[in-house]
């Protein structure tokens, strides 16, 4: 990034706080995030098998000692959901800075590294209130069922073999379910506002969401009938040899485009346009209320591109150099390798929102039906034909 001058003022000075504008650090931005990125692998590594190596030194791996660790490893998941929607709010507008040649946050903490635990602290300590044209009732469940359809996902999402909170046989089902209830929370929470804004925001993305939520149903059903299971556990061992990104092409790149219509980001973000809509559906949200809108948006920035992994690149599939399959380092080494292929793939999700204008509504859900759907259907085919003949 090109140095950006900042004027002189004689009667002002910046108090910076850990970073200087003036002296460009890029290997301690990089230290910094790639230390984040490490972090919540190690937070990762104490869910899955901190926990239950704990409660098995303890002897407490049966009966309600069972139901607690279960409980704890829940505590710990939303926890670590608020921990990635924090490092992917700042990773994005330091990302967004990068590519608008511009400073991102900088000065609390190492390069700004800790930006978000202020903005965090900032809506705790904001008025919570409710408008006197809003259903008290609906406008309160509105923000806690988006964040729940959002977190609940993670119950199924395979971090390392057998690292997953509740395993079943029937898991894209369970995906296929969760995820639409997201689009029950943006309709109420735009609709119970009282607000033409935040009415026209909430119709602009239940249209949106439902509509890339059929080829997102056709893409996952192509995926179960390549791999001839419905577990997110068993698709990722079918992918031992090939990765399914080779024989279901077409169904990953609509994947990767639903994804992005399903996150509301750009190029679909019509829901939330700033310059047409003030901020649409959760325009007259604030504090909490307004952080778990927030808080989902970018927990789903996190699963969307773990589901990419998870179907289409291996999942948490890697050398093991000599590692025995089940211990303790073994599931570490894949969640790891889990860590940072879903990285790489938040990355690709910013660097399109950074970069892609947004096109018109009817553009994009004239693409959605004429284009995606039948594309779907053509690669739920494909992949059926190609499982009866290969496999």
Do not use: C
């Not at 380092?329 to 892609?356: E, P």
């Amino acid at each position: 990034m090109s140095y950006i001058p900042i004027p002189e003022d004689k009667h002002f000075r910046i108090k910076r706080i850990g970073y200087d504008p003036g002296r460009s650090r890029p290997w301690l931005e990089r230290l910094v995030y790639s230390l984040y990125v490490f972090a919540f692998w190690g937070f990762v590594v104490a869910t899955y098998a901190g926990v239950p190596a704990l409660f098995d030194w303890l002897g407490w791996d049966s009966g309600w000692g069972y139901v607690a660790m279960r409980a704890t490893q829940v505590v710990m998941l939303f926890l670590l959901s608020a921990v990635i929607a924090l490092m992917l709010i700042l990773a994005l507008r330091k990302y967004l800075g990068k590519v608008q040649e511009r400073y991102g946050p900088m000065h609390y903490g190492p390069a700004g590294g800790i930006q978000t635990v202020f903005d965090a602290l900032k809506l705790l300590g904001k008025e919570d209130f409710v408008p006197a044209a809003a259903d008290w009732l609906t406008f309160r469940l509105a923000p806690a069922v988006t964040f729940v359809s959002s977190f609940a996902i993670f119950a199924v999402v395979p971090f390392a073999s057998g690292w997953t909170l509740a395993e079943t046989n029937v898991g894209l089902i369970y995906l296929i379910a969760v995820s639409t209830l997201s689009a029950y929370g943006v309709l109420l929470g735009g609709v119970s506002s009282g607000n033409k804004w935040a009415l026209i925001g909430a119709l602009r993305a239940g249209a949106q969401m439902v509509s890339y939520e059929i080829p997102l149903a056709l893409v996952f059903l192509a995926v179960a009938v390549w791999s001839g299971s419905l577990s997110l556990g068993e698709i990722v061992d079918s992918q031992m040899g090939v990765w399914n990104v080779v024989p279901l092409f077409i169904p990953f790149v609509l994947y990767v485009i639903a994804s992005l219509a399903e996150l509301k980001h750009i190029p679909f973000d019509f829901p939330e346009a700033e310059s047409e809509l003030i901020a649409g559906y959760n325009v007259e949200y604030s504090g909490m209320s307004f952080a778990f809108f927030f808080l989902a948006e970018f927990v789903e920035l996190f699963l969307l591109p773990a589901l990419i992994v998870v179907f289409f690149f291996g999942g948490w599939h890697g050398p093991l150099f000599g590692l025995e399959p089940g211990t303790l380092a073994a599931g570490a080494l894949q969640s790891l390798y889990f860590t940072i292929k879903t990285a790489v793939w938040v990355w690709v999700f910013l660097w399109i929102r950074a970069t892609l204008p947004r096109y018109r509504d009817d553009q994009l859900m004239e693409f959605a039906w004429k284009a995606m759907i039948p594309l779907a259907l053509f690669g739920l085919v494909l992949a059926a034909y190609m499982r009866l003949i290969w496999r």
